[in-house]
């Protein structure tokens, strides 16, 4: 069955660092996305990305946070100067075409600043 | 705008009983409805999704979810629980090309 891959599972890093989350979607999805989690608290929305660009994106996205499609298959979380409250684990999802919403979630990337 | 109210934070059985978690939700148009479970560590699996049609709607698992509009919830429930459906659980709501919004979850527990 085919899955959303992401790497990093874990990730330490200093505060002021950047750090690259990436994600490998289903094959055939266009939309793409990046959710959060805080420890203990629910799952936030940080940005939607199709057709090689943002489509809608949340308050906690500023710019310190930025994606990017590189090639055909990997799609990229950027956090350029980490902050401690960017701990968290973020999830990457998919979509294939249609209207039903249906997301498919990665296993996650734990991002822990220190 | 769109939100998820799950009311209950930790929910507690025991195994065999059965088990009902709740979820309402405010959405400006007919909702597409979710629910998706995180074992510790995990990612997020889908259970079960409503769009249209019949109202009650069945999972994998065992779980089945009813929506009722006239109450906007989409409560989810399963008439005899396993050890191994103990693990956290949201509801999401959404429609066409919008985000998911999802609840705060509600963790459950089960005990012998």
């Known amino acids: 069955e085919p899955e959303v891959t992401q790497t990093p599972s874990h990730q330490v890093t200093q505060m002021g660092q950047e750090v690259i989350l990436r994600c490998v979607p289903i094959?055939?999805?266009?939309?793409f996305y990046w959710y959060r989690q805080i420890l203990g608290q629910k799952v936030e929305f940080l940005v939607s990305?199709?057709?090689?660009?943002?489509?809608?994106k949340s308050e906690i996205f500023d710019d310190q946070f930025s994606v990017e499609r590189p090639d055909g298959s990997n799609f990229t979380l950027k956090i350029r100067s980490t902050k401690l409250e960017d701990s968290a684990m973020y999830f990457c999802?998919?979509?294939?075409?249609?209207?039903?919403?249906?997301?498919?979630f990665g296993e996650g990337s734990r991002l822990t600043v220190l | 705008a769109q939100s998820v109210t799950q009311p209950d934070i930790h929910i507690t059985v025991s195994e065999g009983a059965s088990l009902e978690l709740r979820c309402n939700y405010s959405y400006g148009a007919t909702p597409y409805l979710f629910w998706y479970v995180q074992s510790p560590g995990q990612g997020l699996q889908l259970l079960l999704k409503y769009f249209s049609g019949d109202t009650l709607v069945q999972g994998i698992k065992g779980f089945e979810a009813e929506f009722k509009r006239s109450q906007s919830s989409f409560n989810l429930r399963k008439p005899s629980v396993h050890w191994s459906d103990a693990a956290e659980y949201f509801c999401a709501v959404g429609a066409g090309n919008t985000p998911l919004v999802f609840g705060k979850g509600t963790r459950l527990s089960v005990i012998a």
């Open positions: 999802a998919s979509r294939g075409r249609g209207g039903t919403g249906e997301l498919f």
């Open positions: 990305f199709y057709n090689n660009e943002i489509s809608e």
């Open positions: 094959s055939n999805h266009l939309y």
